[in-house]
């Protein structure tokens, strides 16, 4: 159980930087995995970025996530979900765009202008508060593979076997705080687990390393 982001992000600091000492890189997903990437950052003394990804919906029922789009259009799609329920091809393809652009306007709202960092060649960790069904997660760690980096990891403080073993198969390593065998909800592992809005998030990212 985690206090607060702020503590589960010093908890997952400690074993980044014993696992991935090298990394080059952190990138935030937002909106609450900015909190936790942040004591991330600076305990490895690495640049700070956020990556976005957007839930694809189900025809008439858009809370129902069929997969993820990262902002560069990199997706994950869940098969058995569309083969259930027998989605076509021009659905998803739409919706893909759809939950790309989403994510696009959100990364160039965070950003301010700022440079996008390079990826290519570098060790990159994907954090975010935690993860359920990882579809997000694995849209990002898709656009970070895509780009070109020499290795890719995700570190959550929580998330379910099930999901993480499924991450496991797309990023390189992944490091979680806590692996409960009663998941229920990211937010059921938290004292504290208030929204985060835009603006919070986004002060996050004011953040340079030392010697930069």
């Known amino acids: ?113 700022r440079e996008e960092p390079e990826i290519a060649g570098k060790t990159v960790v994907i954090v975010d508060d935690g993860v359920a069904t990882g579809a997000t997660a694995r849209a990002c760690l898709r656009q970070v593979t895509e780009a070109g980096a020499e290795r890719v990891v995700l570190a959550v403080p929580v998330g379910p076997s099930e999901s993480l073993a499924d991450l496991e198969r797309e990023a390189d390593e992944v490091v979680v705080v806590e692996e409960p065998e009663r998941f229920g909800a990211v937010g059921a592992h938290y004292r504290e687990f208030g929204q985060v809005s835009d603006e919070e998030a986004a002060d996050y990212l004011d953040w340079e390393p030392d010697g930069s």
């Not at 074993?15 to 991935?20: C, K, N, P, T, W």
């Not at 989605?87 to 765009?97: A, K, S």
């Open 1 to 113: 159980m985690f206090q607060d982001r702020h503590d589960a992000g010093q908890q997952l600091a400690d074993l980044v930087a014993e696992r991935v000492p090298e990394a080059d890189l952190v990138l935030g997903i937002p909106r609450g995995g900015l909190p936790v990437a942040r004591p991330v950052a600076e305990r490895l003394n690495v640049p700070l970025d956020i990556i976005a990804a957007k839930k694809m919906g189900m025809p008439g029922n858009p809370e129902f996530a069929i997969g993820a789009a990262a902002s560069d259009g990199s997706a994950w799609v869940d098969d058995e979900v569309v083969e259930r329920y027998d989605i076509d091809e021009e659905y998803i393809e739409n919706e893909r765009e759809r939950a790309a652009e989403t994510a696009k306007e959100k990364i160039e709202t965070y950003r301010e202008g």
